[in-house]
């Protein structure tokens, strides 16, 4: 599967592919082994997550607030999903990353990126039921954020750990940084400091692209560090692995 977005008729829209192992499109899938979603006005698909019965999420933002579909595994729309296989959700301003992940516990859906506070940017993470809704129980009504001490936070990636707890990665005004979230929304106070680390590896601007987690749990953060490669790992506590 490759998700993302595609220009139609003057406007930006969600779009999914499904490829078959010669590289050839999926003509079951969707319309000739694609699919074409608007959501409204300007629509950037930038994650995407294959579920165990092989239907498919696509995350991005809409307008500028984080939206999400889901279609089925003929590439149809799940109608059961949202509205109609689609939801637009709240925090507008949202940044060129959206990511999206589910927990393994019971299969609520995450979407995480960074917004305006209107000052500065903070992480952003928001919690959907499996049916799409937004999840009340979670946060400040399904959402919350995260500050880095008053930084530019942008986020990088999102990973869930084997017991619900949630990592988001990123940069804050050009160091890494991660939190560990626990499955109520707050901060995990066991993790780092308070439940928040920043790293300053060394360079002018270290820029975190992507992360990971072991088989053991520890953290893997890579990225750039003034224009050369950089990795960072960290113990389950949040301490650097040294």
């Keep these: 599967f490759v998700g993302g977005h595609s220009y139609y008729k003057n406007n930006d829209d969600f779009i999914g592919v499904r490829i078959n192992a010669n590289g050839t499109l999926d003509p079951t899938f969707g319309f000739g082994g694609l699919t074409n979603t608007d959501l409204g006005s300007g629509d950037f698909g930038y994650s995407t997550l294959v579920l165990a019965d092989?239907?498919?999420?696509?995350?991005?933002?809409?307008?500028?607030?984080?939206?999400?579909?889901?279609?089925?595994?003929?590439?149809?729309?799940?109608?059961?999903?949202?509205?109609?296989?689609?939801?637009?959700?709240?925090?507008?301003?949202?940044?060129?990353?959206?990511?999206?992940?589910?927990?393994?516990?019971?299969?609520?859906?995450?979407?995480?990126?960074?917004?305006?506070?209107?000052?500065?940017?903070?992480?952003?993470?928001?919690?959907?039921?499996?049916?799409?809704?937004?999840?009340?129980?979670?946060?400040?009504?399904?959402?919350?954020?995260?500050?880095?001490?008053?930084?530019?936070?942008?986020?990088?990636?999102?990973?869930?750990?084997?017991?619900?707890?949630?990592?988001?990665?990123g940069s804050s005004s050009g160091d890494f940084s991660a939190l560990r979230i626990t499955p109520n929304g707050n901060l995990d106070p066991s993790f780092a400091a308070n439940g928040q680390l920043i790293t300053d590896i060394g360079g002018i601007n270290d820029t975190s692209y992507s992360a990971a987690l072991q088989s053991d749990g520890?953290?893997?953060?890579?990225?750039?560090?003034?224009?050369?490669?950089?990795?960072?790992?960290?113990?389950?506590?949040?301490?650097?692995?040294?």
């Design 54 to 169: 092989r239907s498919l999420l696509i995350a991005g933002r809409s307008g500028g607030a984080f939206a999400i579909v889901k279609y089925l595994s003929n590439g149809q729309l799940d109608a059961t999903f949202g509205q109609s296989g689609k939801s637009v959700l709240g925090y507008f301003g949202a940044s060129d990353t959206v990511k999206v992940a589910t927990s393994p516990i019971d299969g609520k859906i995450y979407l995480a990126g960074d917004t305006s506070n209107g000052v500065n940017r903070d992480f952003a993470l928001l919690r959907l039921n499996t049916n799409g809704s937004i999840d009340t129980s979670f946060g400040n009504q399904g959402r919350s954020t995260y500050d880095f001490g008053g930084r530019n936070d942008y986020l990088s990636d999102l990973l869930v750990t084997a017991d619900g707890k949630v990592i988001l990665t």
């Design 218 to 242: 520890k953290l893997i953060i890579a990225g750039t560090s003034s224009g050369n490669f950089a990795v960072a790992r960290y113990d389950t506590s949040g301490a650097l692995d040294q």
